[in-house]
Nanobody
Framework: QVQLVESGGGLVQAGGSLRLSCAAS????????VNWYRQIPGKQRELVAG???????DYAASVKDRFTISRDNAKNTVYLQMNSLKPEDTAVYYC???????????????WGQGTQVTVSS
């Protein structure tokens, strides 16, 4: 079974930092693009950042220059370093890998279970 597991969420004061991790496990051959999304109850899920297999990155305007996405391909893990956090960053953060190739040569679109980030003012 192939899965994504997020970790690193928690409660932090405004101006603080957190680092989220998204670890992929199972019979994985390769992982292409990986995204971080976030969702506030009652609102649509928002794309926060993405990283390609080659390391190219994209960010939402609201987090650019504060968040950094990176990956360790050897560990099948993607990170989201979040600095200068604001109360409006409070949300459940989800990791998504839309094109994971398994060792059975099947592509899967995977989502993690989410991790709560709460920023107090």
């Amino acid at each position: 079974q192939v899965q994504l597991v997020e970790s690193g969420g928690g409660l932090v004061q405004a101006g603080g930092s957190l680092r989220l991790s998204c670890a992929a496990s199972g019979s994985i051959f390769s992982i292409n693009h990986v995204n971080w999304y976030r969702q506030i109850p009652g609102k649509q899920r928002e794309l926060v950042a993405g990283i390609s297999s080659g390391g190219s990155t994209d960010y939402a305007a609201s987090v650019k220059d504060r968040f950094t996405i990176s990956r360790d391909n050897a560990k099948n893990t993607v990170y989201l370093q979040m600095n200068s956090l604001k109360p409006e960053d409070t949300a459940v953060y989800y990791c998504n890998a839309p094109d994971v190739l398994t060792t059975a040569r099947v592509y899967q679109n995977l989502w993690g279970q989410g991790t709560q980030v709460t920023v107090s003012s």
